[in-house]
Every structure is written in C-alpha cells, then in structure tokens.
C-alpha cells in the first residue's frame, strides 16, 4: 500500500476509511478526487470485489482517467470491473436491463434535448396554444424540473402551489402539456434524460427484489462533485446505499453551480441527518495553485453568506498575481488572449494544452476562436456543435433507432421521408391523428393505416408499405447481426449513402465523409466490444451513443491544444494557465441572474469554480463595449472583480489610455515565425475520431455520460416544493 504515502494525513484517513457512511466536505484542488482514486484502490487491496463497487463521476472522461488510475495502482485487470461513470450512463445501463419492469421495450431510446423539444413543439401546436407563451425551451425546463424533482405529471396537475404558480404566468395548460408529453414518450418507448432517473427511481420504489439485488451488487457506492447532485440523484443513491451504508461522497458547496438543473445543496446538509454515525472528513491543504490564486479565490467566496465556512491554504510558491486585462471589445480581447497565449507559450515554454480559456456562455467562443486561428494556435472547443448532433448523423441514427425501437416517433418523423420518397406532411399528420386518437404509435398507424381510419392513396400506401418493409427486414437482423454490418447496410439500402454521395459541394463531400466516419467508429466499437460469447449489436451502440458528453469525445490529436469551455464543463478539471473572458455586469454575473441573493451567490460560486481551475496564472479580462443580440453595448467590469481582495490583484493592464494589446491585423502576420505553416484546425472529424480510442478498451464500456443540456431557467417553485411529492 505504498500508494497511501502519497495523501497527506486527513487525506490518507479518509482514503483508508473502509465501512460506514463518510463524507469529504473541502475547497477546491484539496485532493477529494485523489481520495474517492485512492479510496477505491484501497478497498480492492483489501478484498473488496470491484463488482460490488459503483462510483458516480461527473464526466465518462473522468471515470475512465480514474479507472486508469487505479489500474496503476493495484496492476492487474481488476479496476476495469468497477461500475464507474456518470448517473445517466450507469442508470441506463441498468434500465436497459430491466426493461420488463417498467414497460418498455429493451431498445428503448433515450431522446435528446432535440427530441424532447421537438414533441413538445408537435404536442403545443396539437394543443392550439399560443406558441409565443409556451416557449419550448421553457415547457422542457419545467418539466425537467418536475423530473428532478420526482413530480409525476398526477401530482404536478394536482399541486395547487404549481398550479398556481403556472396560472400567475398565464400558462394553465403546463401540467396538460406535462401529461400528453410523458403519454408520448411512454408511447414511442422513449426517455428523455431526465427519465434516466426519474424512471430508476419508480423501479428502485416499485421493486423491492430489484432494488435489494442492487444493493447486494453495489456494496460500495462513491459520489464525487456531490454538492451538484439533484434530488432524483441523492434519492437513487440513498435507496441504494440503505442497506450497506457503504455510501461515500465528495464534494464542496461553494462550487454548486446546478441549481439551474435541480442541483441541491440540501443534499450536503441532508447527509448528517441520513446518516447520524457518518464520519466527515475535512481537507484543507490545496495541491493545484499559487498561494495568490488561493487567496484570491478564498477572497471572492467570503462575500457569499450561504457557506460552510473552510480553511484552504496551500504550501505552493505565492506566483504571480492576477492579471486585470480591459480591452475596447470582445474583438479585441481576443487579440489580447491568443496573443497572450502565443507569447506565454515562447516565453515559459509552455504547450497548447496548458492554457483554456473560460467563459460564461458558449457564444463568447466565436472572438476567442478567431483570433486563435489567426495565430495558428490550436484549440478545441466544447460545447459547440458536437459530432453526433450533426444533420446527417442523426438521420443515420434516427434510422438505427427506428430499427431498434419502431414506437420511436421522433425517429420515424425524422426518417420516413429521408431520403424523400414521397410521403408528405399530409401524410404524416394523417397518420398523427389516427395514431393519436387510437393511443398507438405512429409506427403501428404507418403499417396499418386503414385500421387506424386513416385514407391515403394507393400510391402514397404502397410508398409507405415499402418503408415499413425495409424498417421491419432491418429489425429481423438486430439480434444476429454485429453492429457494423446492419449499420453499414442500413446506410446502403435506405439510401442516405446514396443521396450523400450525389452531392459534389464541399459541404455534401464533408456529410459523406462524416456518414464514413460514423460506420468507421462503429466498426472498432464492433470489434473492441465483441466477445467470444457476445456480439456487439446495433442496439449497444445506440445506448452508448447517446450518453457522449462533448467531454468524452476528445482525441488523441485533440489532446495537445487550448481548452476553450464554459465555466460550467470546466468542473474538477485544472489547467496551468486560464483565462477568464468577458468579466461584465449582465454578462457574468449574467442578468438572468442578479435579481435574487441565492441567483447571484450561484454566480459567484460560479466564478469561485472558474479561478480555481488555474494552477499558476489566473487572468481575468472585460471588455468596455460588446455585440450582444446584434447591437454593439457598453459594459461595465464585473462586480466580481471588485470583491477580489486587490492584493491579489495586478490592475496595470486597465488604466492605460489605449488598450494594452490594441493591435492591428498586420500584428497577426506571424508568417515569418512559424514559416507560414497553417496548423490544422480542429473538425468535427477529429473530434470524433477520438471514439476509437473511447472504444479501444474494454473498461469503457460503461463509458457513456451525463450529456450536456442548455441553460434554462428553473421555475423557482418547483425546488421549493422538493421533497414533498413521491413519484
Ligand atoms: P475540485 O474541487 O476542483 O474538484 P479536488 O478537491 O477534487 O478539486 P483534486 O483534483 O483531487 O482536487 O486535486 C487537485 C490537484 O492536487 C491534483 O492535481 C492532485 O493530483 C493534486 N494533489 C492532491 N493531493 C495531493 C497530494 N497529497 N500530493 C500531491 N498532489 C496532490
Ligand atoms: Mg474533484
């Protein structure tokens, strides 16, 4: 066990601490991934079977590093035993198992935030209410709320508190719309993300012999990032761990930046009350940053009043202080950052892969990206139009999908006319309604459309009978049949290949080229996961596909390049050099978020994640005049800035006339340096190839992830009432 030497002593304590309740309660960069590594390590050292082991990570990326990890430690295969991954991915994973439970079908789909949305706009039309009233991103935010917070759509109709919440803001049908949309999803065999947990929660509460032969599988269960669980999450965990009480979790409350999706700290606090014999274990030493960068950061979370209050410090050198950069534009602080960066790089001989950049909101990447590009520096981008979410993809996946699942109504919406064959919207309302009107799916309606009352032409029939031939002869072949084989067929017969291959514009030669791609992953995944007793089917596939996070599409060229993310992705992650842009009132703190203290404490725990990210060198920049919405604003610098104690602080770069780093575009004609040669920019291609490397072990299996989902703004009431309703 000479990996124990390698903690300090609270942290060895609490890696050692073998049975019984715990809790890891500290700042950041204080090592509590290291323990929940280390701590896994040490109880398989000490005969714990790594099957009876679940450990719940807030990325499939960081379960996978962490897995390596501990395979160093110990040797040997054991560490790729552990379930480990994010709460979707190991949720599906098990629902996916139990499907006869519930009621759905194994191949259930899981619908993106795409799919969701787009029923909810089919379900909002259908209802004839005022699109501009019920917005689609503001319907899915509250119903994911609901979700969450394990509302079923009886028991939000009959909250009168919700209800009536809803009617103050003049939309009544909400609870309708939540109704109709659960009966849809249900009837397409589908969940949404939130279902993931909804749905495991019915099980778990439902099946006492389902939820005992889980807690007799997972007799260890290990939660980092804690603080930013939701109450679906906490009472999976809870139900779990009830019998064992094995149950370890890690996180930090002043780095809860989630509450926009349910996350909360109540969860911490709930802890001592679930558990009253738990042992909390308090780490106060950071390993990740300067001493400045510490102070600082302690500094800024200090103006919070809802806080456990901590002690971090750090024996690191003091380094240097934070920079305070103002530049006259967004445009402009581009400049300054990719210049930055390109001289940081010469001068501390540093590489690309020290630096990110972080902002607030992904659209801020657009200046930062260009003035990267200009300097031949490589950088990769999360969060922004990912591989999977791209056109053509997802009607080849949506073809999959329908294969596997016929019920799935998004899938067949997005497909049955794709390539076109002739069957218009006319037909597919039709169908809709007959549907609808007899509970079915739109697939039984499609095949059957005379008993759904449903006419069409003898020509459109026979298009649509052709249609559902093709679909049924590829779901004959699901079972037997490796995943890369019906999948490269399906791209054949259906016709996408073709299509595809028609269209000579760069653009139709880049779609082809990216279908290429997909079968060409799909063909390792095949090979990678395929067992002498098992074959890898198209069904495998499709649940691992759909939990990527941006996250876990990294690869091996990406690995040496800028980070370019939100503060939010950013969580747990720590580089040596940061950059903190767009450091403005209303934009970070956003003005979404300034009305309430609780909104703008978030926000600062927001920032308090961001500066905690850096290792050495902290810079924040602000820009006095912005685009926002199309009109060029003026800006005020953050009130954070303010709140940093200005000893932390180095403010040379704000006050002089002209812009520090105002340089023309001549400044960007690095030709002479670097010989001209143009670095190749990162493309969707590259970002997905990394899927190889995902697949390339065995482990990774269970390798799917949280995915990513917008900032809505959550109905304040429905955490209220968090607790109180049972699903
Ligand atoms: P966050 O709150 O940001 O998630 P954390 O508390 O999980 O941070 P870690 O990521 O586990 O902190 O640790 C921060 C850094 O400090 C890592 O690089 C880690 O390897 C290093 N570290 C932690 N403890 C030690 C130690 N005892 N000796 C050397 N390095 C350490
Ligand atoms: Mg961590």
Aim: hydrophobic share 35%; net charge neutral; aromatic share 10%.
């Amino acid at each position: 066990m000479e990996y124990l030497k390698e903690l300090n002593d609270p942290q060895r304590a609490a890696a050692s601490h073998l049975e019984g309740p715990m809790m890891v309660i500290a700042g950041a960069g204080s090592g509590k991934t290291r323990v929940l590594t280390y701590r896994i390590a040490h109880l398989i050292d000490n005969g714990v079977d790594p099957f009876n082991i679940l450990a719940l990570t807030f990325t499939n990326k960081a379960a996978k590093e962490m897995k390596e990890r501990i395979a160093n430690m110990i040797g040997g295969h054991e560490a790729r035993n552990i379930w480990m991954g994010t709460f979707h991915s190991i949720f599906a994973r098990i629902l996916r198992s139990e499907y006869d439970k519930i009621g759905y079908p194994s191949n259930f789909t899981i619908y993106d935030t795409q799919d969701s949305k787009s029923l909810l706009k089919t379900i909002i039309k259908e209802m004839g209410l005022d699109d501009k009233l019920y917005k689609t991103n503001i319907v899915y935010g509250r119903i994911s709320s609901a979700k969450n917070n394990l509302i079923s759509p009886q028991a939000y109709l009959k909250n009168v508190e919700i209800v009536s919440e809803d009617q103050s803001n003049a939309r009544p049908k909400m609870g309708d719309i939540y109704l109709e949309y659960a009966k849809r999803c249900y009837r397409a065999g589908a969940m949404d993300f939130d279902d993931l947990l909804f749905i495991t929660n019915v099980l778990l509460k439902k099946h006492p012999d389902v939820l005992l032969k889980y807690q007799e599988k997972f007799k260890y269960i290990l939660v980092d990032e804690y603080q930013d669980t939701n109450y679906s999450q906490y009472l999976i965990v809870k139900r779990l761990a009830a019998r064992y009480e094995n149950l370890c979790v890690v996180g930090d409350d002043a780095q809860s930046i989630y509450a926009f999706r349910g996350a909360n700290i109540q969860n911490i606090l709930n802890f001592k009350r679930d558990y009253p014999d738990y042992k909390l274990y308090k780490l106060e030493q950071n390993y990740r940053s300067t001493q400045t960068i510490v102070d600082a950061a302690n500094s800024i979370i200090d103006n919070n009043r809802d806080q456990i209050k901590k002690d971090v410090w750090t024996s690191n050198p003091e380094g240097d202080k934070i920079r305070v950069v103002r530049t006259y534009s967004d445009n402009e602080e581009g400049k300054f950052v990719a210049n930055d960066i390109f001289e940081s790089k010469n001068n501390l001989q540093a590489s690309d892969n020290d630096f990110a950049i972080l902002y607030r909101t992904n659209a801020q990447s657009r200046s930062m990206e260009e003035a990267l590009r200009k300097l031949n520096i490589p950088y990769k981008i999360y969060g922004g139009l990912s591989f999977y979410q791209r056109k053509e993809i997802k009607d080849l996946l949506a073809y999959f999908r329908l294969a596997a699942n016929p019920k799935d109504e998004e899938a067949f919406k997005r497909i049955v006319n794709y390539p076109k064959r002739g069957i218009g919207n006319t037909t597919i309302d039709k169908l809709t309604i007959g549907a609808n009107n007899a509970g079915a799916s739109l697939w039984n309606a499609a095949c059957n459309p005379a008993e759904f009352g449903v006419q069409l032409s003898s020509g459109v029939f026979n298009k649509l009978q052709q249609f559902t031939l093709m679909m049924k002869s590829f779901a004959s072949k699901l079972d037997n049949t490796k995943a890369f084989e019906l999948a490269d067929e399906i791209a054949k017969v259906s016709g996408i290949y073709k299509e595809l291959y028609a269209d000579k514009t760069p653009e139709g030669v880049a779609r082809y080229e990216n279908i290429q791609e997909l079968l060409n992953g799909i063909q390792e995944f095949t090979d990678n996961e395929s067992t002498d007793e098992k074959i890898v089917t198209l069904p495998d596939f499709l649940i691992d596909v759909a939990l990527l996070t941006d996250a876990d599409n990294e690869s091996e060229e990406d690995k040496d390049k800028v980070t370019l993310m939100t503060i939010h992705s950013a969580k747990g992650l720590e580089f040596p050099y940061v950059y903190i842009v767009g450091l403005e009132e209303n934009l970070f703190p956003s003005q979404l978020s300034i009305s309430t203290r609780s909104e703008l404490e978030e926000e600062r725990r927001l920032f308090y994640v961001a500066v905690t990210r850096a290792e050495k060198k902290c810079t924040l920049s602000y820009a006095t005049s912005r685009y926002r919405w199309g009109q060029l604003s003026q800006c005020e610098p953050s009130r954070f800035i303010e709140e940093i104690d200005s000893r932390f602080l180095d403010t040379s770069l704000t006050n002089q006339e002209k812009s520090p780093m105002h340089l023309g575009d001549d400044d960007f004609d690095f030709g002479g340096f670097n010989g001209g040669q143009k670095k190749k920019q990162p493309t969707y291609l590259d970002k997905y190839k990394n899927q190889s490397q995902k697949y390339s072990k065995k482990s990774s299996s269970t390798g799917t992830s949280a995915p990513s989902k917008p900032n809505f703004g959550v109905p304040k009431n429905l955490k209220k009432v968090s607790g109180t309703t049972k699903a």
